[in-house]
């Protein structure tokens, strides 16, 4: 009887372990270092079907795939009210669709840019799609467009990983929530933000870009970021497709955020909760009292004309005015003054330009001089501007602006990040910025609807349109001596 409870009890134990391996998917064994991203070499039905009555669809892979990341990355859209069920063999999966799919409905299948394959984990570099309709026809309506990433120079690989459109179809100017309300339409962007929607039905829509951490395709305002396009869309079909733009902040920092002034930072939520402050000290040098740190080093020997010196005060307790009256910048031989601005961002961090552009090629001397009941601080910062053949121009062409509107150019020096240059406009078209540094720019300009002095993503529930960006996505590159005439900023 013991014997015969312990063969019972040893073939209970080996069948368990063969159900978890067979459940438990494993990579096959042997063979060279997988680099190559998995491929789709055949689905059903075909791409364009009509009339398609079935329930099922079925893709097959070059090579054995990682399953769960072909679900988190599967979309189907329209979205089918039934259970999606999952049949996978081998290196090919069935997809069931419970109930099936409605009638006379064009529908998308995307795999995104999350799926990968199951030995080396290699992802796909840009979404897949195909289409079938359920009825006589295939809806040919398109909307293109691109999601821009204000903080170029965030060190995020592949920062569009997690950013998805999502499209609602709107009846009688209706508003929707993407807290709350499924997307109608939903499509993955390529590795460079670009998109193309390729089959929509007729109508109106209201698109958002979303940051879909966790990937649900709803917005989550406690951690995920979205944006709202300048207005409603309209898609007719044999049109030239609807062409739309998105400005996100996907990896902001204290720079992007609060000293160029672009964002405000309180109409936006942010996935990070981390100020960035770290991100600006390391940026700056301090002294040897830990009181003051500059962006500005001693005996720099390469000074732009037109210098953005930030200062903050550690623990500073004296008045700003005082602070303000202790700071001056004359020429080393002459002691001439410069004329200075001064603007707070806080009470312990300030930004100081000067109201006309250094001359070329000369010492200066920065003096910080402190005299409160609270503090008694001196320093003097020696520093040379560059020379006179060391900078270059640009001339930019505004197209497509508004009368009596004003719209705003940023222009960020990319390797000092403290070097930037703020236009405001108004009834002009014409806007030259002078003595630039050598060296690589980023260029932003936005129309300024509602004359803040912030770029406004704009608003989705109730819905309001962004504002119109204009956003260079290469390099301006400036060279001593040279200007760039004619620069195109549209709108």
């Known amino acids: 009887m013991k014997n015969k409870f312990i063969c019972i009890t040893y073939f209970l134990v080996l069948l368990f372990v063969m159900i978890n391996s067979c459940a438990v998917q494993q990579p096959p064994s042997g063979g060279e270092d997988d680099k190559i991203p998995p491929e789709i070499i055949k689905f059903s039905p075909a791409n364009n079907t009509l009339n398609f009555k079935g329930r099922t669809i079925e893709i097959e892979f070059d090579e054995y795939v990682d399953r769960r990341s072909f679900r988190d990355a599967l979309v189907i ?37 999350s799926f990968k ?43 569009f990983r997690d950013v998805v ?29 670009s998109f193309e929607f390729l089959s929509l039905p007729e109508g109106k829509y209201i698109v958002f870009a979303l940051l879909d951490a966790d990937r649900n395709f709803k917005y989550d305002k406690t951690f995920e970021f979205i944006s709202s396009f300048d207005s409603i869309v309209t898609i007719i079909e044999n049109e030239p497709p609807a062409y739309v733009q998105f400005l996100m902040d996907i990896n902001p920092d204290y720079i992007t955020r609060n000293i160029y002034t672009v964002v405000d930072t309180q109409k936006v939520k942010y996935r990070s909760s981390n100020s960035g402050f770290d991100y600006l000290l390391k940026k700056l040098k301090t002294d040897t009292v830990d009181y003051l740190y500059s962006s500005l080093a001693e005996n720099e020997s390469s000074v732009n004309l037109n210098p ?16 303000v009256n202790s700071i001056s910048l004359s020429l080393k031989e002459s002691r001439e003054k410069s004329y200075l601005n001064f603007n707070w961002y806080n009470d312990s961090l300030l930004g100081v330009t000067v109201q006309n552009f250094l001359l070329p090629d000369r010492s200066y001397i920065l003096t910080v001089d ?14 040379k501007t560059q020379a006179e053949r060391k900078f270059g121009n640009l001339k930019t062409i505004l197209t497509g602006t508004e009368e009596e509107k004003k719209y705003i150019i940023l222009l960020i020096n990319k390797t000092d990040e403290f070097a930037f240059l703020k236009r405001e406009l108004i009834n002009e078209n014409k806007c030259d910025f ?58």
């Open 308 to 323: 953005c010196i930030m200062f903050y005060f550690k623990n500073n307790t004296v008045p700003l005015f005082d602070i």
């Open 117 to 159: 394959d199951l030995r080396g984990g290699n992802q796909i570099t840009e979404p897949f799609s195909f289409a079938f309709a359920t009825g006589s026809k295939i809806d040919k309506g398109k909307l293109s467009g691109k999601v821009f990433d204000f903080n170029r120079a965030g060190e995020i690989e592949n920062p």
């Open 434 to 491: 002078l003595n630039l540094s050598e060296g690589d720019y980023t260029l932003f300009a936005f129309k300024d609807a509602d004359e803040d002095g912030y770029y406004d993503f704009g608003a989705y529930s109730p819905f309001s349109p962004s504002e119109k960006f204009f956003f260079y996505t290469d390099d301006i590159k400036i060279k001593g001596g040279w200007t760039v005439e004619n620069f195109g900023i549209t709108f």
């Open 77 to 113: 859209t329209p979205k089918p009210k039934g259970e999606v069920i999952f049949g996978w063999s081998g290196k090919s999966v069935e997809i069931s669709i419970v109930g099936g799919f409605e009638p006379n409905r064009t529908y998308v299948i995307t795999v995104g840019k």
């Open 165 to 193: 459109m999502t499209a609602y179809k709107v009846y009688d100017e209706g508003d929707v929530n993407p807290e709350t309300d499924d997307p109608d339409f939903i499509l993955p962007v390529n590795s460079d933000g």
């Open 370 to 383: 402190v005299k409160s009941q609270s503090k008694d601080y001196f320093k003097e910062i020696e520093f």
